[in-house]
C-alpha cells in the first residue's frame, strides 16, 4: 500500500504559521502522523464521521461533564480510525488540562496538541489545507500538461510504438504495453529477459485515479535480480489480454507519475478501441467478399475475376477449403485461434464466417491438394482440446467450380453431426452417404439398418462392439481379439452368438455387405452422440 502524498506529518504541520506557538503534550508520540484533513468535534459518535489520517479539533468544554468511561470509549475509537492528533483549543478561562486526559493520550498513543485561545480554527484548518490544496493543483496541472502532450500526439494517428516512446520520456523509466492474445510487446528502455513473477499486491493510486493498479515483484532469470513493477490491465474489445507495465525498480511512484500514467491509458485504450473498429471493418468487407465468391459465385467469368482480385485471390490454379462448425460455444471460442493456425498452411488465404461455421478458403499453385495429415499436424492442440471439432476438407477445384467448394463442405459438416466419422473428413469419407445429404434425405439412412442389428445393438452393446471390431479389422479374429483385449476363442464364441441372433451368415457376402454398412451407420450415429453429449457415453 502506497503512502498518499497529499498528506503532510504532523510535526511539519506544527512547524506552520500560528501553529508554531501550540504546545505538544505527549513528547514525540504520533509526530509521523500522516495529516490529510481536520474537523472540528460536534459530538462524540466519532465512528460515524470521522476517518484515518484527520485532526480532531476541538475545546476543552466538548469533554465537560463526559463520563470516564465514555472518555476512554473515544479514545479508543480515535485510535482505532487512526486520527492523527486530538487538538484542544484552550479558553481564557482554562489555563490548563486536566492530567488524566494527558494520560488517556499516552496510553492510546494520540497525539495532545495544545493551542492557545487567540488562535483561531479557521488558522488551523488554513494551515492543514493551504498546502494540501496547492498539491493538489499541482497534481491537476500535470494532468492537463500531459493531457496536453498526448492531444497533440493523437492528431498524428500514432502508432502503438509512438505512443509507448512518447509515454517513456514523460515517465522516465522503462515500460513495456504487451497485447499477449496478438503477441504484440512495445518496450522503451532496459527491461531484463525472462523475468518471472514472484508477488503481486494491490496497490492504491491517489484520489484522481480511475484505473486499478498491482504492485508486481519480478525476478529476472537472466540476471539474477529482482525488480518492481507496476500493471495495470487495459480491458477493450480489441485485445482480451492486455498489460501496460511501469518498472520502477523500488522508486516511489509519486502522483504525478501517476497521472502520466492515466492520461497513457486513456490514449493506449483510445488506440485499442480505434483497432477494433478497424479491424471489424475489414473483417465485414473481407466476409462480404468471401460471402459473394462462395455462397453468391457469379456466373459471369469477369464478375468472378473482379471478386477474386479485390480478395487477392486471383494468384493461383487452385483453390480448396477448410470449414469448421461454430454451433457449439466452445468451437466459437476457438473460431481465431484456429483460422490463425489454418492460414500457415497456404500463403494466400480468405475467411468466411457463418453465424453456424466457419470456412478458410486457399489459393495456390500446386495441384496437390491440403492433406489430412498436414491438417492434423497444424491443428494438434485444438483437436486435442476439443475433441468433439470435424474439420471438412474440399475436394481440390478450379476457378470455374467454386461454387461447389462451399456446398461440399457444409455436405460433410452436416453429415459429421449425425454420424461422426473423424475428426477431418473429406468427401471421399463419405462414399455413398453423399447421396442423401444432397437430397436432405438423411433420414433415409436409418432405414438401410437391419431392424435385428439394431436391436442388438440397444441390447447387447458389447456383442455389437464385437461386430463392428470384426468389420474393422478386415474379419480377422485374431486381430480382433488383440484390439479388443479378449481371446480368440471369445471372439468366435461371440460371433457365433451374434450369427444366430441376426440369422446371417458370416460368409455370405450380400448378407455382409448389408450389416456392414448398418453396422457403421449405428456406430456414427452413436459416435455424434457422444460427441455432442459426453455425459452419456457408455
Known amino acids: 500500500m502506497r503512502k498518499k502524498e497529499n498528506s503532510m506529518k504532523l510535526k511539519s504541520l506544527l512547524s506552520l504559521g500560528d501553529l508554531k506557538t501550540s504546545k505538544l503534550l505527549t513528547d514525540a508520540i504520533g509526530l509521523d502522523n500522516d495529516v490529510e484533513s481536520a474537523m472540528v468535534l460536534e459530538a462524540l459518535d466519532i465512528e460515524h464521521w470521522s476517518k484515518a489520517n484527520q485532526l480532531i479539533l476541538t475545546s476543552f468544554y466538548a469533554f465537560e461533564g463526559i463520563t470516564e468511561e465514555k472518555l476512554e470509549d473515544f479514545f479508543f475509537k ?89 509515454f ?36 492504491f493510486g491517489g484520489e484522481f485515479t480511475r484505473n486499478d493498479y498491482t504492485q508486481l ?33 523500488h522508486k516511489e511512484i509519486k502522483e504525478t507519475d501517476l497521472m502520466i500514467i492515466e492520461n497513457t491509458v486513456d490514449v493506449l485504450q483510445e488506440k485499442l478501441n480505434t483497432e477494433f473498429l478497424l479491424k471489424k471493418e475489414r473483417y465485414e468487407c473481407l466476409n462480404n467478399l468471401a460471402d459473394a465468391i462462395l455462397q ?24 480448396q477449403a477448410i470449414a469448421f462448425s461454430t454451433k457449439d460455444i466452445n468451437n466459437k471460442l ?44 497444424v491443428l494438434s492442440t485444438v483437436l486435442e482440446q476439443n475433441p468433439s471439432m470435424t474439420f471438412a476438407v474440399s475436394e481440390l477445384k478450379k476457378k470455374n467450380d467454386l461454387k461447389e467448394i462451399l456446398m461440399e463442405c457444409l455436405d460433410i459438416l452436416h453429415f459429421s453431426e449425425q454420424f461422426y466419422h473423424d475428426d477431418v473428413v473429406e468427401l471421399a469419407d463419405i462414399g455413398i452417404f453423399r447421396h ?41 479374429y485374431k486381430q480382433t481379439a488383440e484390439t479388443m483385449f479378449l481371446h480368440s476363442k471369445t471372439i468366435r464364441y461371440r460371433l457365433s452368438k451374434i450369427e444366430l441372433f441376426l440369422a446371417i451368415d458370416l460368409n455370405d457376402p450380400l448378407q455382409m455387405m448389408n450389416h456392414e454398412i448398418g453396422t457403421y451407420i449405428i456406430k456414427m ?10 455425459t452419456h457415453k457408455r
Open 168 to 203: 517513456h520520456s514523460l515517465i522516465g523509466v522503462p515500460c513495456s504495453l504487451k497485447i499477449i492474445d496478438k503477441q504484440l510487446d512495445f518496450s522503451c528502455g532496459e527491461i531484463p529477459d525472462n523475468q518471472v513473477v514472484t508477488d503481486r499486491i494491490e496497490f
Open 296 to 319: 453468391n459465385t457469379p456466373e459471369n467469368p469477369e464478375e468472378l475475376n473482379s471478386l477474386l482480385k479485390e480478395a487477392d485471390m486471383n494468384h493461383h490454379k487452385f483453390y
Open 436 to 476: 442423401f445429404i444432397r437430397n436432405d434425405q438423411l433420414g433415409l439412412i436409418e432405414d438401410l439398418v437391419p431392424e435385428k442389428l439394431l436391436i442388438l445393438a440397444q441390447n447387447n452393446y458389447d456383442l455389437f462392439e464385437t461386430l463392428y471390431q470384426f468389420l474393422r479389422n478386415n474379419r480377422n
Open 78 to 166: 480515535m485510535r482505532k480510525i487512526g486520527i492523527s492528533g486530538l487538538v484542544i483549543k484552550m479558553d481564557r478561562l482554562i489555563k490548563t488540562i486536566p492530567e488524566w486526559v494527558i494520560e488517556l493520550s499516552f496510553k492510546y498513543e494520540i497525539p495532545l496538541i495544545k493551542i492557545a485561545h487567540d488562535v483561531s480554527y479557521e488558522k488551523i484548518l488554513l494551515a492543514i489545507y493551504e498546502p494540501l490544496l496547492n498539491y493538489q493543483t499541482h497534481i491537476l496541472r500535470t494532468y492537463y500538461d500531459v493531457r496536453q502532450r498526448f492531444t497533440k500526439l493523437e492528431r498524428q494517428s500514432p502508432s502503438f510504438k509512438r505512443i509507448m516512446e512518447e
Open 217 to 249: 515483484t519480478l525476478f529476472s532469470q537472466h540476471t539474477g535480480k529482482s525488480q518492481q513493477a507496476l500493471e495495470v490491465s487495459l480491458f477493450n474489445p480489441f485485445s482480451n489480454n492486455c498489460l501496460l507495465l511501469i518498472y520502477h525498480d
Open 334 to 377: 476457438q473460431k481465431d485461434k484456429v483460422l490463425n493456425l489454418l492460414k500457415h498452411l497456404k500463403t494466400h488465404s480468405i475467411f468466411f464466417d457463418h453465424h453456424n461455421y466457419s470456412l478458410i478458403l486457399f489459393n495456390f499453385d500446386q495441384d496437390t491438394a491440403l492433406t489430412k495429415s498436414a491438417i492434423r499436424r
Open 525 to 534: 450415429r452413436r459416435t455424434a452422440f457422444e460427441k455432442t453429449n459426453p
